[in-house]
């Protein structure tokens, strides 16, 4: 047997997610589960109300700010393995957000990686992708396609103060998801030099304290609640997506809406969301970093979980790579982490 078809044989899909059988766990299950292994924090990744969790210290953080403290919870530090049942997992950065984690399970002298989320581009809040040789590797394709070229976030940022001098009374309003966006869109403004106070909707207040709890320097932050609308003049503020399109958003006076996202690059979602500064800042490998990805890791086998799997799965066919989709259900990149925009003001 190949040892794709091996791995087949104790890795498997299950409607609350992979299931790896010599560990007796599952991965981002997206039912409750006896033992849940997760890869990082956004919402249809990790869910309350397992048994237990194994996870990174930030990645339990989160949850716990999201859902209260959770049951059977050990924390796992990158590069270290961990004995589950009979396999041994270690967590290894993936670069996606803060805590995020790909996971590497080996069993029977065979190795799996489950990258989850991840990107390739340098993030000033959490550690890099780190390529692991494995014989199957088992990827998301959310931006499997060509058209997706993430621009460099650097030129991003720019347009925003850009937009900031050709408007200097208005308010820049920025939708961004409240776990890992928030937090990088701040710290690449500060190293762009912007030092004045970055205004924040309730909803982001939870993460940002987290992620300054872990080290991450994002400036001086005020909450929107209270302020006076005339002092959000000329201003920066950072909202939930959802936030961009409800009653709240209103109060602005003549907002520039931005919001920053990797499916900012379509302009028709722009649109329908309202958007009139589209800033394309993705916390997702675009399709070359999806590619170089594969040609960095070397699998034997790549499996897709969920995105644009027949894509991906021809372009690797195509380099000599076998692919396959899982379909995978319970993943919805496009809200990645939407779960915070309803979620009470923390
Ligand atoms: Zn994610
Ligand atoms: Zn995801």
Redesign the pocket.
């Known amino acids: 047997m190949n040892p794709s078809a091996v791995v087949a044989s104790w890795l498997k899909v299950t409607p609350a997610g992979l299931r790896a059988a010599p560990g007796n766990f599952w991965i981002d299950p997206v039912t409750p589960v006896d033992r849940a292994v997760i890869t990082?924090g956004?919402g249809?990744?990790a869910r309350g109300g397992h048994g237990s969790v194994l996870a990174t210290d930030p990645t339990l953080a989160i949850m716990a700010e999201r859902f209260g403290a959770q049951s059977g919870a050990q924390a796992a530090r990158y590069g270290e393995p961990i004995t589950v049942g009979d396999m041994r997992v270690t967590f290894v950065p993936a670069g996606?957000?803060l805590g995020?984690a790909q996971l590497v399970l080996e069993y029977n002298g065979l190795r799996a990686v489950v990258s989850?989320?991840y990107k390739r581009r340098r993030d000033p809040t959490c550690p890099p992708f780190e390529v692991t040789p494995c014989d199957v590797f088992i990827t998301e394709a959310t931006f499997a396609l060509p058209v997706f070229c993430h621009p460099d976030d650097g030129g991003e940022i720019a347009r925003l103060l850009h937009s900031m001098r050709v408007f200097p009374e208005r308010t820049h309003l920025v939708g961004a998801y409240a776990l890992?966006k928030a937090q990088r869109v701040i710290v690449l403004l500060r190293e762009a030099g912007y030092s004045a106070p970055i205004y924040l909707h309730g909803a982001l207040a939870g993460m940002c304290a987290l992620y300054r709890h872990y080290g991450i320097d994002l400036g001086e932050l005020r909450p929107v609640a209270g302020e006076p609308l005339k002092a959000l003049a000329g201003q920066i503020v950072l909202c939930p997506p959802g936030a961009l399109s409800d009653r709240w958003s209103r109060r602005m006076h003549e907002p520039v809406t931005a919001m920053a996202s990797g499916w900012m690059r379509i302009r028709q979602r722009a649109k329908q969301r309202g958007v009139e500064l589209p800033l394309v800042i993705s916390?997702h490998a675009d399709w070359n970093e999806l590619l170089q990805t594969v040609r960095e890791v070397k699998p034997g086998a790549v499996w897709i979980t969920h995105g644009r799997e027949e894509a991906l799965a021809h372009a690797l066919g195509v380099m000599g790579v076998p692919a396959q989709a899982l379909s995978l259900v319970g993943y919805d990149?496009e809200n990645?982490?939407d779960l915070t925009g309803t979620a009470p003001p923390s």
């Open positions: 990082h956004h249809d990744h996606h957000v995020s989850g989320d890992g916390d990149d990645d982490d």
